[in-house]
Structures are given as structure tokens and as C-alpha cells.
């Protein structure tokens, strides 16, 4: 397996996950709301411009790769599609992570593994349909986990101390 293809196949994830700190801000996606026990659906951390724009550029870098450089099992238009969908899964799973952060009483800025890896595993599910089976092996998938598990840890310190995060994780 060519280790480099699988990043470039990924990349729409990552740039969904990273740029809603960047594009963030404004309403939150709960509007607010509280469940009965009086905790937030999703808090203020997860907002309808950051979920937008990281689905946009995600997509916008699969566009971008995909004129570039079409990937082994991929025509062009299945490219862009598995990018957006890698961006919507992207998006998906990260609120979905901080979700169940909200019921598990780990408040907004608090590290858990949800955090680093959840959304890698929702953006794989929402773009299995269009993805290649060799990103499913075992060793693809174990790669891929471990790599998004450390360039969030090593992202998350740069964006804080850039001032784009008020924690480092």
C-alpha cells in the first residue's frame, strides 16, 4: 500500500476538520438548546459557519486534488464526491463526538480521544460507498488512525499557539 496515496485520500477530512477554527464562530448548530438534564446538545464550540465551511473546504481541496492528480480506483467525479463526503463525515462526527462529550459531562476544550479521531472514523463510514476496498485493509486503516491521531495533537499546538485556540488540544 502506497502510504502517500492514502494521505493525499484523506486530506478533504483533514482540511474539513481543521478549518471550522479558522472559518468558526457565530450561531452554534444547537441554537442553544439544552436536553432535559440542562446540558447543551453541542455547546458553543460546534457553529453552523464552521460546519459549513469545513464541509465547502474539504470539497474545495478534493476539486483541487482531483485536477491535480486522480487517485489508483478513482475517476475524477467519484474523487470530488468521496471528498465531500469525507468532509460531511468530517463534520458530522466531529459534532457528533462533541455530542456525546456533552453527555459524558467533559466540558467544551477538554481532550478526549473523541476529539482526535472520531471524525476520521464517520468521514471513512459516510464515504465507503465510493472508496477504493484498499483503504479498508487492516494496515491502510491502522496508518490512517495513527496519522490523524498525531497531526491533531501536533495542529492543535500550533493553532494554540497562533492564538486560534485557547488550548492546545
Known amino acids: 500500500m502506497?502510504?502517500?496515496l492514502l494521505v493525499v485520500f484523506v486530506l478533504p477530512a483533514y482540511f474539513a476538520n481543521a478549518l471550522p477554527v479558522v472559518l468558526?464562530?457565530?450561531?452554534?448548530?444547537?441554537?442553544?438548546k439544552t436536553l432535559s438534564d440542562g446540558t447543551r446538545l453541542l455547546g458553543?464550540?460546534?457553529?453552523?459557519?464552521?460546519?459549513i465551511g469545513g464541509v465547502l473546504g474539504g470539497t474545495l481541496a478534493a476539486l483541487i486534488i482531483s485536477v491535480l492528480f486522480i487517485l489508483p480506483g478513482f475517476t475524477f467525479q467519484t474523487q470530488i464526491i468521496c471528498g465531500f463526503l469525507l468532509?460531511?463525515?468530517?463534520?458530522?462526527?466531529?459534532?457528533?463526538?462533541?455530542?456525546?462529550?456533552?453527555?459524558?459531562?467533559?466540558?467544551r476544550g477538554k481532550s478526549f480521544l473523541l476529539d482526535q479521531i472520531f471524525f476520521l472514523a464517520f468521514a471513512l463510514i459516510f464515504a465507503f460507498p465510493f472508496t477504493p476496498s484498499y483503504v479498508f485493509e487492516l494496515l491502510p486503516l491502522i496508518f490512517l488512525f495513527a496519522l490523524t491521531y498525531l497531526l491533531h495533537i501536533i495542529t492543535n499546538i500550533i493553532a494554540n499557539r497562533a492564538g486560534l485556540k485557547s488550548v492546545p488540544w
Request: proline residues 2%.
Open 44 to 51: 458553543d464550540g460546534k457553529t453552523i459557519r464552521g460546519f
Open 24 to 32: 468558526g464562530g457565530g450561531t452554534p448548530i444547537d441554537l442553544g
Open 2 to 4: 502506497d502510504f502517500f
Open 87 to 107: 468532509s460531511l463525515g468530517t463534520m458530522t462526527g466531529d459534532s457528533a463526538g462533541s455530542f456525546i462529550k456533552r453527555r459524558m459531562k467533559i466540558s
